[in-house]
């Protein structure tokens, strides 16, 4: 069975400060993806990243990065210089690719917030 | 890129009354949509998957009778909460699979049932 972890529940840093948001995940597939998602207090979720599980290259994007290890079944979020505005929910996700549909089981998300 | 809009994005109704929440793909056809629910301060939790032209699949624990899923063309998808109850009051979100890509998901703006 797949399982997302989060085992941040809350985080609060200063504003500029980095922080790094943990996701560790569970399958069985070889064949899946993992993704980031932002949920900002009005409640829509905000696609960040995607990730195959055959590309373990770290990516950057702005103040966004990601760490993707297979050795240690984690996809690692960090956000540098951080913003009041990156204040949200941040759930990791995974999809394998032998479930119908790619349905997305979700960590239980980490609560970040930014103060000024 | 892709939309999914839902609609209501609020609705306060009386326990005892039925809620429909509708699902639509604006710019693509989607043969799969899913169904989360978001109790406050809590993760998503896949409600069901809505297959178009055949039933729904519903995870286990969830009251098929209770949350009735109707997936009649490729663009929309609709949930109706029948008698609902305090308890079912609850941020509720689709997604929709494009039939032409794999992998790829796209959430709604969300709905959120308050039930008197």
């Known amino acids: 069975a797949q399982k997302v972890t989060q085992a941040q529940t809350e985080i609060s840093v200063m504003e500029k400060e980095d922080v790094t948001l943990d996701c560790v995940y569970e399958?069985?597939?070889?064949?899946?993806?993992l993704f980031w998602y932002k949920q900002p207090p009005s409640g829509e979720l905000v696609f960040l990243i995607r990730?195959?599980?055959?590309?373990?290259q770290n990516e950057i994007s702005g103040r966004y990065s990601w760490n993707f290890q297979k050795s240690t079944s984690s996809f690692n979020f960090t956000i540098t210089a951080s913003q009041v505005v990156d204040s949200a929910v941040y759930f990791c996700?995974?999809?394998?690719?032998?479930?119908?549909?790619?349905?997305?089981?979700f960590g239980g998300g980490t609560r970040l917030m930014v103060k000024p | 890129g892709a939309v999914v809009s839902q609609h209501p994005s609020w609705v306060i109704c009386k326990s005892g009354t039925s809620v429909k929440i509708e699902c639509r793909s604006l710019?693509?056809?989607?043969?799969?949509m899913f169904w989360y629910r978001q109790f406050p301060k809590q993760s998503l939790m896949l409600m069901a998957t809505?297959?178009?032209?055949?039933?729904?699949?519903?995870e286990q624990g969830v009251e098929k009778d209770k949350f009735l899923i109707n997936h009649a063309s490729l663009t929309l998808s609709t949930l109706t909460v029948t008698s609902a109850h305090p308890e079912d009051s609850s941020f509720y979100i689709c997604?929709?699979?494009?039939?032409?890509?794999?992998?790829?998901?796209?959430f709604g703006e969300g709905s959120r049932l308050t039930v008197l």
């Open positions: 997604s929709a699979r494009d039939r032409g890509y794999t992998g790829e998901l796209f």
């Open positions: 399958t069985r597939d070889t064949t899946y993806y």
């Open positions: 990730r195959n599980s055959f590309d373990e």
């Open positions: 996700a995974l999809s394998e690719a032998q479930r119908a549909g790619n349905m997305l089981t």
């Open positions: 710019d693509f056809q989607a043969t799969t």
């Open positions: 809505s297959n178009e032209g055949s039933k729904a699949t519903y």
